[in-house]
């Protein structure tokens, strides 16, 4: 018989992946828990995100999920009237060298082939997309205009409340200790303030995603490691889509960045190599290292005046794909972690897949998405957009 404390799944954290999955499986019927350790919802990486939207990945599956995402975020405010600051303004990967090109390009058939609309700009036409882009040596890039950006805040916020109306439950600063089994399989969680009851879990405990998966005694490769992001001042519309340069460099690989829906340029960077760990106190290396690469693309860029800076924490796995799945040595115990720099764009679509692997009723196309997922695949291939 059902109490007060019992649920049909208990979701590990309030993040860019727990809340949206809270809110399909609340949709969907369920009697829905979220626990989260901190506060209020998002305070994990969630917040930390710049609030880049792309379904312009090198995997079938990221584009599958994404498109779904995309479409939660496109039509979100149209449904519900909630502002997330949602701006279709694309998301072009500009050449600058051949590699870069060649890759690129190499890429269109097959991410045109999964669905996604995105074209092969020449360096003329580029320039008419992102007038500022430096030309010197501009080649050309890719540019898939229906990817956007958002406020992962508002956005987080909006899931929360729209969660909750449907009757998802949400607790705040209470923190996941154990799991409870019985029979070999999960049967609810532990934590610091009391028990809860339910014959699903799912782990989308972020950067910790390792961590609460060893309360089941499995280990998972996800690592935390750091990165840092900025805001400048806001200004007039100058430039639409979100600028990504994927040229290595001395200290850093790729660096991308986007004028957000309110005028302020929002930016980050890829350490290279990674800073593994937990630490998020913002460094002075992060905003010369990033503002030299984003001034020499865009050079009105020097302009603009930084307002504030931040750092925080990619949940990376060894190829750069989620780990989403019911684990086979703990039935009834799900993986939804490791979503690197994206958790933000896929939370919505992976809520929507976590939904109906929940209530078993996949499609063969979820099953072909949770194979490229998959807990136990080889963890060999490196994803090429990153
Ligand atoms: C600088 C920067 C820029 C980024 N830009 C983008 C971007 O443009 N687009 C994009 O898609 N992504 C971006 N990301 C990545 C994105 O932030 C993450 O991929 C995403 O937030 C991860 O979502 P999550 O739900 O897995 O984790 P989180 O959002 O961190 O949620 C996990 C939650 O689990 C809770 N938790 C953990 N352990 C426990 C426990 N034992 N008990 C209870 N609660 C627990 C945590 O408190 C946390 O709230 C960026 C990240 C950074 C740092």
Do not use: I, N
């Given at each position: 018989m059902a109490t007060a404390r019992s649920f049909d799944v208990i979701v590990i954290g309030a993040g860019s992946v727990g809340t949206p999955a809270a809110l399909c499986l609340a949709e969907a019927g369920l009697r829905t828990l979220v626990i989260d350790e901190l506060p209020s919802v998002g305070q994990g990486s969630n917040k930390r995100a710049i609030g880049g939207l792309r379904a312009t990945h090198s995997d079938p599956a990221k584009i599958r999920v994404s498109l779904r995402s995309l479409d939660v975020f496109a039509t979100w405010e149209e449904r519900y009237g909630d502002k997330i600051e949602w701006r279709r303004g694309g998301y072009s990967f500009v050449a600058y060298r051949e590699e870069e090109e060649k890759s690129l390009k190499g890429l269109l058939p097959f991410q045109k082939s999964h669905g996604l609309r995105i074209d092969w700009l020449d360096r003329k036409q580029l320039l008419e997309a992102a007038p500022d882009l430096n030309p010197n040596g501009l080649i050309g890039g890719t540019l898939a205009p229906d990817d956007g950006n958002a406020s992962p805040l508002l956005a987080i916020h909006a899931f929360y409340r729209r969660a909750k109306s449907v009757g998802a439950e949400f607790r705040f600063n209470e923190k996941v200790t154990n799991l409870i089994m019985a029979g070999g399989r999960v049967t609810g969680v532990r934590t610091d303030k009391g028990e809860y009851w339910s014959a699903a879990v799912i782990n989308a405990a972020g950067p910790l995603g390792a961590e609460v998966a060893r309360l089941a005694g499995l280990d998972v490769p996800v690592r935390p490691d750091s990165h840092e992001g900025a805001v400048t001042e806001s200004v007039a519309r100058f430039l639409e889509p979100m600028i990504v340069d994927i040229r290595p460099v001395a200290g850093s690989s790729n660096y991308y960045f986007y004028q957000h829906d309110t005028g302020q340029v929002i930016f980050c960077i890829t350490p290279c190599p990674p800073i593994w760990g937990l630490d998020v106190r913002e460094t002075s290396s992060f905003l010369p290292m990033v503002a030299k690469r984003m001034v020499e693309i865009i050079p009105r860029l020097k302009n603009l005046r930084v307002r504030r800076t931040w750092r925080g924490l990619y949940p990376m796995t060894p190829d750069g794909l989620p780990i989403v799945g019911e684990t086979k040595e703990v039935p009834g115990f799900i993986l939804a972690v490791?979503?690197?720099?994206?958790?933000?764009?896929?939370?919505?679509?992976?809520?929507?897949?976590?939904?109906?692997?929940?209530?078993?009723?996949?499609?063969?196309?979820?099953?072909?998405?949770?194979?490229?997922?998959?807990?136990?695949?080889?963890?060999?291939?490196?994803?090429?957009?990153?």
């Open positions: 490791g979503m690197c720099g994206q958790g933000f764009m896929l939370g919505p679509g992976l809520g929507q897949l976590l939904a109906r692997l929940v209530q078993g009723s996949l499609s063969a196309e979820d099953t072909d998405t949770l194979a490229y997922f998959s807990p136990y695949r080889k963890f060999k291939g490196q994803e090429k957009l990153g």
